[in-house]
């Protein structure tokens, strides 16, 4: 069983998560049937950014890296918190681990952020939101990260950054990929009303 482990900050944007839970769970009933998502944050109930709460699955105190495959990391909105549990010591240190593992991390929007303030993204290529101004890019670029604009979707190693929230889907279904097989997305992807390239 490939296991993803989804870790929420408060103010995360929803979409952004659910893409990584659907798309996890509809491999789960409709693809190879060997994939799990389960979450944790820093706190029992995470809300989102529209304020509906998830209870998370896990503590992070009590997860063994070595039982996971890859960590997915939704980006929020800072009006909602999200930095405060994004930017957290214990947050922080978990990306570590998963990248001393050598485990894929996958992160949409400014979900890239607290991976470059962790400090594993220096000197390599991600994006992160840009749309409408730059503040966000020049916050990923002050991380010392070459940040590549206006590209949907960029890999650097075992990590994946997004975009926006547009970039969601194409960077779950390539960590859905990297965990099963090219024809095993296709599937899942047709499944789900999406052309494949």
Not at 113 to 119: E, F, N, R, V
């Amino acid at each position: 069983m490939k296991k993803v482990l989804l870790l929420l900050a408060n103010g995360f944007e929803a979409f952004e998560a659910s893409v990584f839970a659907d798309v996890i769970g509809w491999n789960k009933l409709e693809g190879d049937l060997n994939t799990e998502l389960l979450t944790t944050g820093l706190h029992e109930e995470i809300k989102s950014t529209v304020g509906f709460a998830v209870k998370r699955e896990l503590l992070i105190s009590e997860i063994n890296v070595d039982e996971f495959d890859a960590l997915a990391i939704p980006g929020g909105f800072e009006e909602k918190g999200y930095y405060d549990d994004a930017f957290h010591e214990d947050f922080l240190n978990l990306i570590n681990k998963f990248h001393e593992s050598n485990k894929i991390i996958a992160s949409i929007c400014v979900g890239a952020l607290p991976i470059a303030k962790s400090g594993i993204l220096k000197d390599k290529n991600a994006t992160t939101y840009g749309l409408g101004q730059s503040t966000r890019q020049k916050q990923l670029s002050d991380f010392g990260v070459n940040v590549i604009p206006d590209q949907s979707m960029v890999v650097d190693g075992n990590i994946i950054t997004g975009y926006n929230p547009s970039a969601s889907f194409e960077v779950t279904f390539y960590l859905l990929e990297l965990l099963t097989s090219k024809d095993n997305c296709s599937k899942i992807k047709a499944l789900m009303g999406f052309k494949n390239n």
